[in-house]
């Protein structure tokens, strides 16, 4: 991309996660207004939002880096602030994984029975609260 295309693409993508983070404070205006019942529902609400943003760190960091570069005027490869831009989308990505361990019982179970990962329980302290549902099948004959 030549210089003009560049930024018409970095200020482009500024304004989506700009406009990405209004949508989020409109949302959570609205959330807290709202009462949320049920202790999966808020989980649910806490984890998008959570996932999200740091989506969005990862979005808004990739395009900063480039725009400060142009407005600072630095003159270097190009090459290697998309290397540094890109750095930021990967740890935004790795992090989903973070928090979603420790956010979610549910999560920590089954990352813990597929990936044996137990030793970040004992390295947290954190234990799995695992409540036991009992289900119940009715059958109805009919004559």
């Known amino acids: 991309m030549d210089g003009q295309q560049s930024k018409f693409f970095i200020y482009g993508i500024l304004v989506v996660s700009i406009l990405v983070l209004a949508c989020y404070g409109v949302f959570l205006r609205r959330m807290r207004k709202t009462q949320i019942s049920g202790k999966i529902a808020k989980g649910i609400h806490r984890s998008l939002i959570l996932i999200s943003l740091t989506v969005l760190f990862g979005s808004f960091s990739t395009a900063l880096i480039p725009f400060v570069r142009s407005l600072m005027g630095i003159n270097t490869k190009n090459l290697q602030f998309m290397l540094l831009a890109g750095l930021f989308i990967n740890l935004a990505t790795a992090a989903n994984?973070?928090?979603?361990?420790?956010?979610?019982?549910?999560?920590?179970?089954?990352?813990?029975?597929?990936?044996?990962?137990?030793?970040?329980?004992?390295?947290?302290?954190?234990?799995?609260?695992?409540?036991?549902?009992?289900?119940?099948?009715?059958?109805?004959?009919?004559?």
Do not use: C, D, P
Not at 108 to 136: C, P
């Open 97 to 143: 994984f973070f928090i979603y361990y420790f956010i979610s019982n549910e999560y920590r179970r089954i990352f813990n029975q597929f990936l044996h990962i137990r030793f970040l329980e004992r390295f947290t302290g954190m234990k799995n609260r695992i409540s036991t549902v009992s289900t119940m099948n009715i059958s109805i004959a009919r004559k």
